[in-house]
């Protein structure tokens, strides 16, 4: 399955130099002066090199600033303001872009130096203006193929409904799985039966998304790194060194005390090599998609020996279509999600809660609203699930998930994201 890039800035460019520890209001000042500034350049109305530093514009050229702009216009309409100025500190603020028709968030970087060139700017999530909840769930019922849509509270013993779409249709999820390695894994290191620092070795390469497949064959690894890798990067080797450490059998005993409303349609459990080994032969993906469960695990052993990467024809999955996504996957409804959400919120492991917190999927202007922002996706072509675990600054847990499978053509990942970030603008206010 492909590694979801899971960035929502559309310019981005690293800060200058440290500043000195003691700033005056001249930053302060520069800081709204430049937000102004900024819209001017999108207009077409001031010359880049006038507001943006010469290292900002070497990485993101003038014609691509104006180009963003003009798209950017073309669907929301002119921009009609920049207000929400909020000066944070070292040169860096953040501010709203108003369109005639959508807010985006943005931030900015300063030069500590006069004039105040801007070293680094990035523009977030894009917000229709009177967005609601409704007409997310009008678009998601829309798109072609199937979709669904969960927003929970996490305030009981069951997740708490609300706002949904389709919310207990089981759906492809792609590598969202992985949150059932990792509640597994938390689980027996909270009964003492492993620790976060036990050392295991790498024992075979999967496909990426990922790194590991390139690691030597024998490295040494700890059981944390493992989890990192897999939930933060989404890599697939990580995960099922992980799997064969933990035994497919626990796994999945996870997604049955979790609560999953169908077991049947995930189980067995496949790895992510026999995942992509399956689908690259159509003869097998007809046999495992006639078979029932206990059928379907017996050929998994039958064919275990040819299951491997090195048997994986990797150029059958480019440029091709969606392939077997309603049999050769992982499979929850929104309502699951929450419910795994849930289980790995309540095990209380601060290890468990850093690991989903490294790559939240947000721009960082969204994820400073909340007091927490935890997140896993996945994806293959046909498929693309994005699934958040948020803290509200009033301390609320909220599970927000979204799924769309369509098996006849690519997804569309970018827009889905955006519909995504839209509804988190909306839950945040």
């Known amino acids: 399955m492909r590694n979801l890039l899971l960035a929502g ?13 003691e700033e005056g209001h001249a930053l302060e000042d ?7 500034d900024i819209r001017a350049v ?12 010469p290292s900002f514009l070497a990485a993101v050229p003038a014609a ?18 920049v207000d929400e100025i909020s000066y944070k500190s070292n040169g860096a603020a953040t501010f709203d872009i108003v369109f005639d028709k959508a807010r985006a968030s943005a931030a900015l970087q300063l030069d500590s130096q006069p004039p ?3 070293t680094g700017f990035r523009i977030g999530a894009v917000v229709p203006i009177d967005d609601t909840p409704a007409k997310i769930v009008e678009e998601i019922a829309t798109l072609p193929g199937k979709a669904s849509l969960g927003v929970y509270a996490l305030d009981g013993d069951e997740p708490r409904s609300i706002v949904t779409s389709n919310p207990t249709e089981q759906l492809a999820i792609g590598s969202t799985f992985k949150l059932y390695v990792l509640s597994s894994l938390a689980r027996e290191i909270k009964a003492g039966k492993r620790q976060w620092s036990d050392v295991v ?14 690691w030597p064959i024998g490295a040494p690894v700890t059981l944390q790194t493992l989890a990192t890798m897999m939930i933060s990067i989404s890599d697939n080797t990580a995960t099922d060194v992980l799997m064969r450490a933990l035994g497919r059998e626990a796994v999945e005993a996870e997604v049955i005390a979790s609560g999953h409303a169908n077991p049947s349609a995930t189980l ?10 399956l689908k690259t032969d159509p003869a097998r993906v007809a046999a495992y998609k006639a078979a029932d469960d206990a059928r379907q695990r017996g050929l998994l052993s039958q064919w275990g020996a040819s299951l491997t990467a090195d048997k994986v024809d990797v150029s059958k999955f480019i440029g091709s279509g969606p392939t077997a996504i309603d049999s050769i996957e992982w499979f929850a409804s929104a309502k699951d999600v929450a419910r795994i959400y849930k289980r790995l919120l309540d095990m209380g492991d601060p290890t468990v809660m850093a690991i989903l917190g490294i790559n939240t999927a947000l721009p960082p202007a969204e994820a400073e609203h909340w007091g927490y922002v935890g997140y896993k996706g996945g994806s293959e072509t046909g498929v693309i699930d994005l699934s958040w675990l948020l803290k509200d600054k009033q301390g609320r847990w909220i599970v927000f998930t979204m799924t769309w499978n369509n098996p006849d053509k690519a997804v569309d990942d970018s827009a889905f994201l955006a519909l995504g970030h839209r509804l988190i603008g909306m839950l945040q206010q």
Do not use: C, H, W
Request: hydrophobic fraction near 50%; aromatic fraction near 6%; proline fraction near 8%.
């Open 64 to 81: 691509q600033i104006k180009a963003i702009a003009d798209q950017l216009t073309a669907a929301n309409g002119p921009i009609r303001a």
């Open 116 to 118: 105040y060139l801007v």
């Open 268 to 277: 067995p459990l496949l790895t992510t090599v026999e995942f992509f080994a």
């Open 201 to 214: 070795q790498l024992d075979a390469p999967s496909i990426p998304s990922g790194q590991m497949q390139n």
């Open 42 to 53: 999108m207009e077409g109305n001031t010359p880049a090199d006038r507001v943006f530093a």
């Open 9 to 21: 800035a559309l310019l981005l460019a690293t800060p200058s130099a440290a500043f000195a520890e």
């Open 30 to 36: 520069a800081s709204a002066s430049r937000a102004e």
